[in-house]
């Protein structure tokens, strides 16, 4: 008899041992909430930066302003009247650039950035997505000022001591030359 209870409890041992493994949950759960409110804030922000850039254009009645696909603003000091390739994916180009302030204030001059070299779409190089987007705006020998909101600027890391987080800036770039890829 003894024999029987024993069996039977190794039964319900094994029996009810061979449970799955569950997942273990956090301690803390969050809702989400957080990325919905900080994308309203991004929201509100280019909106607030939209406004102010429009001010400016709208001012500013001695320049035709362009609105991108991309969401900045540009004009063009110098444009060629003959019509040349644009830099594509994989081009190499060269070109100057600065960078100032909406008030015209120069934060980085074209000699303290130089003359800098960019395989487009390719260089993990350290340039704001606004310049990355309008190279491919230019052809050779071109100057385009563009006017780029925060996000496609600096956003929030600024410039260490030199620019403040979430700030438009102005950008004159020079396209000096477009080597073209051979696949292209």
């Given at each position: ?14 029996a009810f041992s061979c449970k799955s493994p ?163």
């Amino acid at each position: 008899m003894l024999y029987k209870i024993v069996s039977f409890y190794i039964f319900l041992l094994v029996a009810f041992s061979c449970k799955s493994p569950e997942a273990r949950r956090p301690v803390q759960q969050s809702s989400g909430t957080f990325i919905q409110e900080s994308a309203q804030r991004n929201k509100a922000l280019y909106d607030e930066e939209k406004e102010h850039i429009q001010k400016i254009i709208d001012a500013d009645t001695t320049k035709d302003y362009i609105a991108s696909d991309s969401g900045f603003w540009y004009y063009y000091n110098t444009k060629d009247s003959i019509v040349e390739p644009k830099p594509k994916l994989g081009d190499d180009v060269t070109f100057t650039y600065d960078v100032k302030e909406l008030s015209g204030k120069t934060i980085l001059s074209k000699e303290e950035t130089g003359l800098q070299r960019y395989k487009v779409d390719q260089t993990n190089q350290d340039l704001i997505s606004g310049i990355r987007d309008g190279i491919k705006l230019m052809q050779e020998g071109e100057t385009i000022t563009f006017i780029f909101p925060s996000y496609k600027a600096f956003g929030y890391y600024g410039i260490e001591s030199k620019l403040g987080t979430n700030i438009p800036i102005k950008s004159t770039v020079t396209l000096k030359t477009i080597k073209q890829n051979q696949e292209n």
